[in-house]
């Protein structure tokens, strides 16, 4: 599976972004999809996530700004993030996991600046 994610950009603080995540196969048959992030000397984080059964999950950070789905028929997905903060500046990488393997997209850049 290969992923490519895009979208990120230069953004004031309070604006928001759509981050998408094009995927080459059937993301139908991940165990679970997510959005992580990291910023340089720190760990990759956990930003949200959705299930195969389409149940999504977010960090506490994400909670009431983000939002993610996806859309099975053209294997995409996608993270919302609107009232974006200072703090959400970061590489932002989309992951599949499968049953066996994880795969994970480039990252695109998202920066949160007046």
């Known amino acids: 599976v290969q992923l490519q994610a895009s979208g990120g950009g230069l953004v004031q603080p309070g604006g928001s972004l759509k981050l998408s995540c094009a995927a080459s196969g059937n993301i139908f048959s991940s165990t679970y999809m997510g959005w992580y992030r990291q910023t340089p000397g720190k760990q990759r984080e956990l930003v949200a996530m959705?299930?195969?059964?389409?149940?999504?999950n977010y960090a506490d950070s994400a909670k009431g700004r983000f939002t993610i789905s996806r859309d099975i028929s053209v294997n995409m997905m996608y993270l919302q993030m609107n009232g974006l903060r200072p703090e959400d500046t970061a590489l932002y990488y989309c992951k599949y996991s499968g049953n066996v393997y994880d795969y994970w997209g480039q990252g695109t850049q998202v920066t949160v600046s007046s």
């Open positions: 959705i299930t195969r059964s389409g149940t999504a």
